[in-house]
Structures are given as structure tokens and as C-alpha cells.
């Protein structure tokens, strides 16, 4: 089955997660409940209890637990720049570049934009169904045909 997640959980130390297992029909046949706290990630064999909440003996649930801690919206930046701090400071370095230097700045990203408007235009060119030699250059009608030296030219 698909993967589930939950977003944020809010007061973690009174949330349970409630796992139920039930027939086709929707009848209940098994549940197991956990305290959010208690939640460890990696894999897990559950326990499943009755309806009654008695446990059912060998009968388990075998599940992968991801457990993260959640990040607001404006702490992203911050925790992309913990995560990976080289990345984080070559992009401060670029930042101060282009205020040292904005024409430069300006110039580098007028020819990433060229280079990508290309690299799509070839993508949509290779779409189009026309079949691709591999020069980069457009198909040609009269390439690969052979001229008698008495036709006019």
C-alpha cells in the first residue's frame, strides 16, 4: 500500500496513532495503538490486539517508520544550509559576487538562460518527431542524395 505521512503533530506528547486492520467488508479484525513519542524510525514489528484490546499472539504488522522533526516554512533556508554547508556558502559566495560585481552577475545569467532556451529548443525540436542524426543540425532533404555531374545545379 502507499505510504503515509503526517505533516505536523501538533502536542506530540498527547497524540496516539491508531493502525487498524480490517476485512474487505470493513469489519475490524485487528488495531494496535502508539503513543507519537514513543514512535521509532526504522523497521518494526507490531503487535496487533483484537477488538477487544487483547493481544493476538504472533500476529504482527511489519512496517517502515520515518520519523523528522518539523521545520516551518521560514527556517527552510537555515536547514538546507545545515544540512549541506558547502553548498550553503558557495551560494553566499555567489550572492557577494554579484553585488561586488553586478554586471558580471547580470551577464552569467543571461547566458545560463541562452544555454537553457537552447538545450529546450532542442528538446522540443527532438520532439517534434523529426528522427535526430546526432550533428545538431536540422534534417536536410537533399543530403545524402547523390548528383550525376551532368544535372544543373
Not at 518527431?129 to 545545379?153: A, E, L, W, Y
Amino acid at each position: 500500500s502507499k505510504p503515509f505521512e503526517f505533516k505536523k503533530v501538533v502536542l506530540p506528547d498527547l497524540a496516539t496513532i491508531r493502525i487498524v486492520v480490517c476485512e474487505e467488508s470493513g469489519k475490524m479484525l485487528a488495531h494496535r495503538i502508539l503513543p507519537v513519542v514513543s514512535i521509532r524510525p526504522g523497521y518494526r514489528h507490531l503487535t496487533l490486539r483484537n477488538p477487544a484490546n487483547q493481544p493476538l499472539g504472533l500476529a504482527t504488522l511489519f512496517v517502515k517508520i520515518g520519523v523528522k522533526d518539523f521545520v516551518p516554512d521560514v527556517h527552510l533556508e537555515l536547514v538546507k544550509a545545515l544540512l549541506d554547508p558547502i553548498a550553503a556558502v558557495k551560494s553566499m559566495d555567489d550572492f557577494a559576487n554579484a553585488l561586488v560585481n553586478p554586471i558580471a552577475a547580470v551577464n552569467l545569467l543571461q547566458k545560463h538562460e541562452e544555454m537553457l532556451k537552447s538545450l529546450t529548443d532542442q528538446d522540443n525540436a527532438a520532439d517534434d518527431g523529426v528522427p535526430d542524426d546526432g550533428t545538431g543540425r536540422p534534417p536536410s532533404s537533399d543530403r545524402g542524395s547523390i548528383k550525376n555531374r551532368n544535372d544543373p545545379v
